[in-house]
């Protein structure tokens, strides 16, 4: 099974999302940023340099939020998603093609990536925003 870290990343009252590149899997879909976790590492090692390598900012992860499976006809990914807040550096788009510091209450309407959906489902709830 594929495991694979995303950062939920608060700032100022916001959450950063991501809109994945024309030339990734999931094509312009929106996501958490984040990515598959390597041999040996912790999923907050995995977190920090992906988000490094990303989007070139340095996070502090939080709190663990529920792992969601996704099956598709070729793998199993293991969706695990970590609420962070921003420690420093400002944003530089390494991979994606865009980005927005969201308010909760919109992150509705971004077309995610599926396996998110559950994860923002579970966000709202814990901020109570649902
Ligand atoms: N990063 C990230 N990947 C997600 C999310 N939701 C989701 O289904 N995925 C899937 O998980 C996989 C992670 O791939 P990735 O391309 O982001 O990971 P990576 O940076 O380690 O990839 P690479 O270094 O092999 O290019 C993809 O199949 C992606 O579609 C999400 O919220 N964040």
Same mark, same amino acid.
């Given at each position: 099974m594929l495991k694979v870290t995303c950062a939920i990343i608060e700032h100022e009252n916001r959450v950063l999302v991501t809109q994945r590149g /024309?030339?990734? !899997?999931? !094509?312009l879909l929106w996501e958490f940023p984040g990515g598959k976790m390597e041999p040996g590492e912790t999923e907050e090692e995995c977190l920090a340099r992906e988000i490094k390598e990303e989007l070139n900012i340095t996070i502090q992860p939080l709190q663990r939020l529920t792992p969601v499976l996704h099956r598709t006809q070729t793998k199993t990914i293991e969706l695990i998603p970590y609420i962070c807040t921003l420690r420093r550096g400002d944003i530089k788009l390494? /991979?994606?093609r865009d980005y927005k510091w969201s308010l909760a209450t919109d992150l509705h309407r971004y077309n995610w990536c599926l396996p998110d959906l559950p994860v923002v489902e579970e966000y709202l709830r814990l901020r109570e925003y649902t």
């Open positions: /024309e030339a990734m !899997p999931d !094509p390494l /991979e994606h």
